[in-house]
T-cell receptor
C-alpha cells in the first residue's frame, strides 16, 4: 500500500534556507503536494509537482523530485518567522482520483 | 472567489450521539473529499464524491457516511459516536478528478 514518511521536526534560523524531506512508496504516484498547516487552521496548498517533473520553483519555494529514490523535498529560501508551521507531504495516484495519502507532517520552528 | 467553507467550526457531542458536518466547495468545483485528522493517526482519507457519486472510500467503519448534493455541497455523518471520533474533520474541493485540492478550515469535533 501507499506510505509517506517525513521527519518530525526542523529548527532553522530566520533568513536561512529550510529543507523538508519526504519519501513515498507508491510508484504509481502521479502528483506530489506540499501543504502547510498553522495552529487551529486547515491545510494550505503550497505547491505541487507532477511525477514526470524533476523540479518546480515558485517564488521562495523549490520542490525537488527524485522519482528513482521516491524522494521529495521542499526548500524554503529566506525562511521567515511566519513560515513556522507543520508541513505535510502528500501523494495521489491517477487511478485513485483525488485521494491523498499524507505523511505525518514536519513541524518547522523558525528562530529569530 | 470564496474558499471552501465548513460548518459548524466546533462541535461537542456525547458518546452514542450522531453528527452531521457540512462542506461547501469552491464555486465550480465538482469534487469533494473528506479527511480525518487526529494526533495519533494523522491525516486519513474518509471518502471522495464527484457529481453526487462516491468515487472512493477510505478504511473507516460504516458509521461514517457521506453524500453530495447537486450543487456539489457535501455532508458527512457519523453515527453512534465514540470517544475516538474526536478529531478535526477536513473537507477539500477540487475542480475535477486528479486535480489540486483546496482545504477548508475544518470542523473540530469533540466527543465526551
Amino acid at each position: 500500500g501507499e506510505d509517506v514518511e517525513q521527519s518530525l521536526f526542523l529548527s532553522v534560523r530566520e533568513g536561512d534556507s529550510s529543507v523538508i524531506n519526504c519519501t513515498y512508496t507508491d510508484s504509481s504516484s502521479t502528483y506530489l503536494y506540499w501543504y502547510k498547516q498553522e495552529p487551529g487552521a486547515g491545510l494550505q496548498l503550497l505547491t505541487y509537482i507532477f511525477s514526470n517533473m524533476d523540479m518546480k520553483q515558485d517564488q521562495r519555494l523549490t520542490v525537488l523530485l527524485n522519482k528513482k529514490d521516491k524522494h521529495l523535498s521542499l526548500r524554503i529560501a529566506d525562511t521567515q518567522t511566519g513560515d513556522s508551521a507543520i508541513y505535510f507531504c502528500a501523494e495521489s495516484a491517477k487511478a485513485a482520483g483525488n485521494k491523498l495519502t499524507f505523511g505525518g507532517g514536519t513541524r518547522v520552528l523558525v528562530k529569530p | 472567489k470564496a474558499g471552501v467553507t465548513q460548518t459548524p467550526r466546533y462541535l461537542i457531542k456525547t458518546r452514542g450521539q450522531q453528527v452531521t458536518l457540512s462542506c461547501s466547495p469552491i464555486s465550480g468545483h465538482r469534487s469533494v473529499s473528506w479527511y480525518q485528522q487526529t494526533p495519533g493517526q494523522g491525516l486519513q482519507f474518509l471518502f471522495e464524491y464527484f457529481s453526487e457519486t462516491q468515487r472512493n472510500k477510505g478504511n473507516f467503519p460504516g458509521r461514517f457516511s457521506g453524500r453530495q448534493f447537486s450543487n456539489s455541497r457535501s455532508e458527512m455523518n457519523v453515527s453512534t459516536l465514540e470517544l475516538g471520533d474526536s478529531a478535526l474533520y477536513l473537507c477539500a474541493s477540487s475542480p475535477g478528478l486528479a486535480d489540486e485540492q483546496f482545504f477548508g478550515p475544518g470542523t473540530r469535533l469533540t466527543v465526551l
